[in-house]
């Protein structure tokens, strides 16, 4: 089993900035990537962004040049710096990691992000 706990969720005003962390223990040894998803009332989970080990990173289209996500292995922890920040970006952000055997999916249990207007 892995635990994914999550921080750093809040309200902001538009154009603000809030960071995420991602905080990962467990069978650390069955993941590799790990991510963001958020979710906004009355729509689907998307996808936000991804990281692996090595570094390689994924951004979903609506967040480029805005979010940052980054990862510190040492401590088994991924962030997500999200800058500029829209009313449209309000959501659940949850954390995500998938086991390297493709057989789980490990969810945080999602922080609160509110851009005000």
């Known amino acids: 089993q892995v635990q994914l706990v999550e921080s750093g969720g809040g309200l902001v005003q538009a154009g603000g900035s809030l960071r995420l962390s991602c905080a990962a223990s467990?069978?650390?040894?069955?993941?590799?990537?790990m991510g963001w998803y958020r979710q906004a009332p009355g729509k689907q989970r998307e996808l936000v962004a991804t990281?692996?080990?090595?570094?390689?990173?994924t951004y979903a289209e609506f967040v480029k040049g805005r979010f940052t996500i980054s990862r510190d292995n040492a401590i088994n922890t991924v962030y997500l710096q999200m800058n500029s920040l829209k009313p449209e970006d309000t959501a659940v952000y949850y954390c995500?990691?998938?086991?390297?055997?493709?057989?789980?999916?490990?969810w945080g249990q999602g922080t609160q992000v509110t851009v005000s207007s």
């Open positions: 995500h990691a998938p086991s390297i055997s493709g057989t789980r999916d490990y």
């Open positions: 990281i692996t080990k090595g570094g390689s990173i």
């Open positions: 467990g069978l650390i040894f069955s993941i590799n990537a």
